[in-house]
């Protein structure tokens, strides 16, 4: 199924501790996987498409750490909890979670 251009989807997804996400931009646009820093769980690791240390190195380097057409991110979660989300220049439109059970 072909997914509307600025969004990501599903939404929201639920694995377990150490599964992989992978985010694969099949839209016509470039975009980012940002997470935001005061939505993940305690002592869990910030992540981002360009492979900035803050949500704020993501934000100011855009255009630089976009996902390419085409191009796929991966990233692992080790730590249970809730993650939130989102494509640095579709903020309004763009943005999703992450739910890692233990178990
Ligand atoms: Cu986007």
């Not at 016509?28 to 803050?54: I, K, M, N, Q, R």
Request: hydrophobic share 35%; net charge negative.
């Amino acid at each position: 199924m072909k997914t509307p251009d600025n969004a990501f989807a599903p939404t929201t997804v639920t694995i377990g501790v150490g599964e992989r996400v992978g985010w694969i931009n099949d839209s016509e646009w470039s975009h980012t996987v940002t997470a935001y820093e005061d939505g993940l769980p305690d002592e869990a690791a910030f992540f981002t498409t360009g492979a900035y240390d803050t949500e704020q190195a993501a934000r100011d380097a855009w255009p630089d750490g976009d996902l390419e057409v085409g191009e796929t991110y991966e990233h692992t979660f080790e730590v249970a909890g809730e993650y939130d989300y989102f494509c640095v220049p579709h903020e309004d439109e763009m943005v999703g979670t992450v739910i890692v059970k233990d178990e």
